[in-house]
């Protein structure tokens, strides 16, 4: 399992960001998929969860509205994007599977090694 | 929502066990067998060393073991050794709207 992200940077409040995550080593389409991140020094946040065919999606509250996870199973992609970014938003950003096609019930079995995001003007 | 209670730190002797908890409520980690948990290393992505509360993942050395008993749950490391120094964070499944996915504050594991 290989779970490489990209997309991250430095943006200016209030502006936007589109996140990847790139999966090989497993049937991508199978599994739901989640983000998880860290800001500087602090603990993990989950952030949203995606299920294997694109059906179910769910969002931490503290980003319900600005924030839209998705998927292409064609491409074994996962992305994030993220609208009105605010400078609390700055952390690494983790994709993690899901050792389940289902949403609900999930652990985090795999995770990639991250992308930073830095919002500051 | 609410984060899970960890202590911030918790120190052992090479060799030693140590155990460390996981507090949630009734909506987390009492409600299901959904707990799992997380090794940090420094610099490093977390890693799932446990799941559903006491299942070890193929790999995962058979030092790390889980438990549970009413709202709080447990890792217990045994046979302590300096690779082992690092966080560690629990999660678990919630119900809130209409679902979600809490974190532990953490624990920082030291060898002395």
């Known amino acids: 399992v290989q779970l490489v992200e990209s997309g991250g940077g430095v943006v200016q409040p209030g502006k936007s960001l589109r996140l990847t995550c790139t999966a090989s080593g497993f049937t991508f389409s199978g599994y739901a998929m989640h983000w998880v991140r860290q800001a500087p020094g602090k603990g993990l946040e989950w952030v949203a969860v995606v299920s294997s065919d694109g059906s179910d999606k769910f969002y931490s509250d503290s980003m319900k509205g600005r924030f839209a996870i998705s998927r292409d199973n064609s491409k074994n992609t996962l992305s994030l994007q993220m609208n009105s970014l605010r400078a609390e938003d700055t952390a690494v950003y983790y994709c993690?599977?899901?050792?389940?096609?289902?949403?609900?019930?999930?652990?985090?079995?795999?995770w990639g090694q991250g992308t930073l995001v830095t919002v500051s003007s | 929502q609410s984060a899970l209670t960890q202590p911030a730190s918790v120190s052992g002797s090479p060799g030693q066990s140590i155990t460390f908890s996981c507090s949630g409520t009734s909506n987390d980690a009492g409600d299901y067998n959904y707990v799992s948990w997380y090794q940090q290393l420094p610099g490093k992505a977390p890693k799932l060393v446990i799941y559903e509360v006491t299942n070890r993942p193929s790999g995962v050395s058979n030092r790390f073991s889980g438990s549970k008993s009413g709202n709080t749950a447990s890792l217990t490391i045994s046979g302590l050794q300096a690779e082992d120094e690092g966080d560690y964070y629990c999660?678990?499944?919630?119900?809130?709207?209409?679902?979600?996915?809490?974190f532990g504050t953490g624990t920082k594991v030291s060898v002395l």
């Open positions: 999660s678990s499944y919630t119900r809130n709207n209409p679902l979600n996915y809490a």
């Open positions: 993690a599977k899901s050792p389940y096609s289902s949403a609900y019930y999930n652990c985090f079995e795999n």
